[in-house]
């Protein structure tokens, strides 16, 4: 099963390559990795997606959180939270339908043209990865020369959002 975990570290030299290694030596794949500054200084925020079983992932996360400059790890795939990823798909259109086909998926999807020319288009699409792929697959048939992702970035949800979406704020 895929989890996302979320690690606050400590901003210093050699923090990166010390967390993957920890994944590295257990054995755990790393599917994606984001990386990114906090309203902190000196404290970054890794949001790591990886697969394993409930006893792997709580064990992982229990390693991350002994180390001497991991402020917190969690896996965030038991919270109630919200996940998305971005990507850039840069598609060659050959004909004036092509271009309809590719504006419209962008549509369908709440993607987004970035730049445009005659030979084609940049879309931005964000969302879940599920969202992100099945809108890569549907423009490759029509020409995507190449694909540029973010990998997840997560976030707790506030604790009254869940009530006020239920009763419809």
Excluded: W, Y
Aim: glycine share 6%.
């Amino acid at each position: 099963m895929k989890h996302t975990i979320s690690v606050l570290v400590e901003d210093r030299f050699g923090e990166l390559p010390r967390i993957i290694g920890l994944f590295s030596a257990r054995g755990q794949v790393i599917e994606s990795l984001t990386v990114s500054p906090t309203l902190e200084a000196k404290i970054s925020s890794l949001t790591i997606v990886t697969s394993g079983d409930e006893p792997t992932i709580e064990k992982m996360v229990k390693v991350l959180n002994k180390q001497v400059r991991v402020l917190s790890a969690f896996d965030v795939t038991k919270l109630d939270h919200i996940e998305r990823e971005m990507a850039f798909i840069k598609v060659k259109v050959n004909s004036e339908t092509e271009r309809q086909k590719v504006l419209n998926l962008a549509s369908v999807f709440n993607a987004k043209v970035v730049d445009a020319s005659e030979e084609g288009f940049i879309i931005e699409a964000t969302g879940d990865c599920n969202t992100v792929r099945g809108l890569i697959t549907a423009l490759k048939p029509l020409g995507v020369q190449e694909v540029v992702r973010t990998g997840a970035v997560a976030i707790q949800r506030l604790p009254e959002a869940a009530e006020k979406m239920v009763s419809g704020f």
